[in-house]
């Protein structure tokens, strides 16, 4: 079994930053891609980015520019940077990883940007 565990949610203002984590740990052979969805209330899960296991990224939709994934192949880990955040940024970010070629989830943590 696998798990993800998203950490570095908060309230924070708008204009500023935050930095999530995401570990996997578990029974793994080797991690594909690694990416971070978000869900605002009331919306679908949407894809935002995603990383290679040789750090290839893809960008979609409103962050990019100012978000940035970042991936340590060593602790299984992928970061967000999330830089000018706005209040239309506030959601529940989800870690999503494909390993030994099965999707799987975190939680989710929350991210609230005030204006």
């Known amino acids: 079994q696998v798990q993800l565990a998203e950490s570095g949610g908060g309230l924070v203002q708008a204009g500023g930053s935050l930095r999530l984590s995401c570990v996997a740990s578990g029974s793994i052979g080797s991690i594909s891609s690694m990416g971070w969805y978000r869900q605002a209330p009331g919306n679908q899960r949407r894809e935002l980015v995603a990383?290679?296991?040789?750090?290839?990224?893809s960008y979609l939709g409103p962050v990019k520019g100012r978000f940035t994934i970042s991936r340590d192949n060593a602790k299984k880990t992928v970061y967000l940077q999330m830089d000018s955040l706005k209040p239309e940024d506030t959601a529940v970010y989800y870690c999503?990883?494909?390993?030994?070629?099965?999707?799987?989830w975190g939680r989710g943590t929350q991210v609230t940007v005030s204006s």
């Open positions: 999503n990883a494909v390993v030994d070629w099965v999707s799987y």
């Open positions: 990383i290679t296991s040789g750090s290839t990224t």
